[in-house]
């Protein structure tokens, strides 16, 4: 990692500004988890876990595939090595969600997490792989953006599962913010390389980018809200001004920009 970086992503950074913007949109929402979610244990229940958690499988095999398809467009060995590690830790993750789901449920939830994969290729159609900038769009809309998502569900749902939450805070975690940390200092690395107009014009790019795949993507967001609500029992209330913030502070701090004009979710 380049030492002249003037910005370089930190989980600092992450965890200052989320929760600012969580106190602000969402007080409900504790900044520590303050009990333990519980086990599935009824039918309906174990449904939902099923449902969750295949999904979630097929949301990281889709990072796996995007990814392998990102090492064949874009000839930069610093990134393949990026992109292994993701796709490993990824692919990894799928496994261990696929094997808790036939632990608790009996049923091997593979074909749904291909379905799911699926459908992320058709509301992204080609954009991941349209160039080295789409590329970027979705990495930071399947690794970054998400974030409010993540932390919320983690601190608020009522459902889950005690092997994956000890995962999570083991290796999980860890893994997806040392894949943020490499795409956005390599991004930063190459963008402040470039001359001040090249910026400007890479800038200008990413953002349009980032607009198409949000637009693409926010019937699928909303609906993993509601998921997370109706299968965990998480607290998604205020999550809106909070994912629509926090998109604000990502973009402005890798682009340089103060105040990128952004679509809401809710648009």
């Known amino acids: 990692m380049s030492a002249t970086l003037t910005r370089e992503w930190t989980v600092e950074f992450e965890k200052e500004n989320l929760e600012k913007l969580i106190s602000k949109h969402a007080p409900h929402v504790p900044l520590t988890r303050e009990h333990a979610s519980l086990p599935p244990i009824t039918e309906e229940e174990k449904e939902g876990f099923y449902q969750y958690w295949a999904a979630t499988g097929g949301h990281d095999l889709s990072i796996v595939q995007a990814a ?45 997490i291909r379905k799911e994969a699926q459908l992320h290729w058709e509301f992204l159609e080609d954009l991941p792989y349209r160039n080295w900038l789409g590329f970027l769009a979705w990495e930071l809309h399947y690794e970054h953006h998400i974030l409010p998502q993540v932390w919320i569900n983690k601190l608020t749902s009522r459902i889950g599962d005690a092997v994956l939450a000890e995962q999570s805070s083991e290796r999980f975690s860890d893994d997806e913010a040392i894949h943020r940390i490499t795409i956005a200092n390599w991004w930063r690395k190459k963008f402040e390389q470039a001359s001040p107009n090249e910026r400007a014009e890479l800038a200008g790019q990413l953002l349009e980018l980032d607009e198409e795949l949000q637009q693409r993507r926010a019937a699928y967001i909303k609906q993993r809200w509601q998921d997370a609500e109706k299968f965990n029992g998480a607290n998604t209330q205020g999550i809106e001004p909070v994912y629509d913030s926090w998109r604000k502070e990502v973009l402005s701090y890798l682009l340089d920009i103060p105040n990128p004009q952004l679509t809401s979710i809710n648009k």
């Open 68 to 112: 392998s398809k990102a090492i064949w467009l874009i000839a930069d060995p610093d990134l393949h090595l990026i992109l292994s590690r993701q796709i490993g830790d990824d692919g990894a993750h799928a496994i261990a969600f696929r094997e808790r789901v036939i632990a608790l449920t009996g049923r091997d939830p593979i074909d749904d």
